[in-house]
């Protein structure tokens, strides 16, 4: 094989490993999302829809709200981010939830 071809494929390798990497993360951030209990709050209407939560924040303001909300209502000057809804809990989440979750809700366009 010529050299453009070996590139071609490894680009291709690339590109479909970082697809599959960031649906599994999103995949796996939806179920940590319903474990932890957020779907029951945001799906219910006791708190903001997020459905597309990603027009307005980027991944590191999900991990970091995640994390301990209190960050982002300081970073942001507003508690609760929403009127008329009630402040997010601090969840008992793990980095690795954390992560997912940050994907998943990167993902609602």
């Not at 590109?15 to 993360?25: E, G, I, N």
Request: include cysteine.
């Amino acid at each position: 094989m010529r050299y453009w071809h070996w590139l071609v494929l490894f680009l291709w390798l690339a590109v479909t490993a970082t697809v599959l990497f960031r649906d599994h993360q999103v995949a796996e951030g939806q179920k940590a999302f319903e474990r932890l209990g957020c779907a029951t709050c945001h799906g219910a209407g006791g708190a903001p829809s997020l459905a597309h939560v990603a027009r307005k924040y980027d991944r590191g303001t999900f991990v970091d709200f995640v994390t301990d909300p209190e960050t982002i209502y300081a970073r942001l000057g507003r508690k609760p981010l929403n009127p008329g809804y009630p402040p997010m809990p601090r969840l008992d989440a793990t980095p690795r939830d954390i992560q997912a979750i940050s994907y998943f809700l990167s993902a609602q366009r």
